[in-house]
């Protein structure tokens, strides 16, 4: 049985707007607000620094009634936080995403020759394959990211709103994990992944 019941997480977010419920294995419970762009680029910035970032979001986004319970929690925890993290990330679109299975297609009626990718198997959305100048726009990004150089948008985040739908975009503002996990299905399907070298 859940710690809150509905009616008080709906006078909660009355206080601190939506929120995100999470239930770990170990029986604890904790309630975090949204993560919205301001903190999710402060997030990726300090990740890119080598700080804790994934402890510092959920420290700050733990609401201010749980966090003193939470930092005792979390002080005593192994893995626990790991997962936390990971369901966080989980609720704004975080995790695995793949793409539409034949049969996923054919249901759906999705349209061939497309690529479909979905992360909960429910709610698919449309890519097109990139054009080459947008891919070595892509790469040429990418190494400036990695010489520390100041970006607007993320590489990744770019290839996939300009190959994309308005939809999708609409998702990606209130999913900005989703950045990742659907990064990563798209470079994958479009060829960066597999193959072999030969004569080692």
């Known amino acids: 049985m859940?710690?809150?019941?509905?009616?008080?997480?709906?006078?909660?977010?009355?206080?601190?707007?939506?929120l995100v419920h999470i239930s770990h294995a170990d029986g604890s419970e904790f309630l975090f607000r949204r993560i919205d762009r301001e903190l999710y680029d402060l997030r990726e910035a300090r990740a890119a620094r080598g700080e804790d970032a994934d402890d510092m979001m959920l420290q700050e986004r733990c609401i201010p009634e749980l966090r003193d319970e939470w930092n005792a929690y979390a002080a005593d925890a192994a893995f626990a936080t790991?997962?936390?993290?990971?369901?966080?990330?989980?609720?704004?679109?975080?995790?695995s995403a793949r793409a539409a299975l034949p049969v996923e297609m054919k249901q759906l009626n999705l349209q061939a020759?497309?690529?479909?990718?979905?992360v909960d198997g429910k709610q698919f959305f449309q890519f097109r394959k990139p054009?080459?100048?947008?891919?070595?726009?892509?790469?040429?990004?990418?190494q400036a990211r990695g010489r520390g150089e100041k970006q607007k948008m993320h590489p990744v985040e770019s290839i996939l709103r300009?190959?994309?739908?308005?939809?999708?975009?609409?998702?990606?503002?209130?999913?900005?994990?989703?950045i990742?996990?659907?990064?990563?299905?798209?470079?994958?399907?479009?060829?960066?992944?597999?193959?072999?070298?030969?004569g080692k």
């Open 131 to 142: 054009a080459r100048a947008e891919v070595k726009l892509f790469a040429a990004m990418t």
């Open 180 to 198: 990742g996990a659907f990064g990563d299905a798209f470079v994958r399907n479009y060829g960066m992944g597999g193959g072999s070298v030969t």
């Open 113 to 118: 020759g497309a690529l479909h990718l979905t």
């Open 162 to 178: 300009q190959c994309s739908d308005a939809e999708f975009g609409t998702w990606l503002d209130r999913n900005l994990f989703g």
């Open 82 to 95: 790991i997962q936390y993290s990971n369901l966080y990330q989980e609720a704004h679109g975080g995790g």
């Open 2 to 18: 859940s710690r809150w019941t509905p009616a008080e997480v709906v006078e909660l977010e009355k206080q601190h707007g939506e």
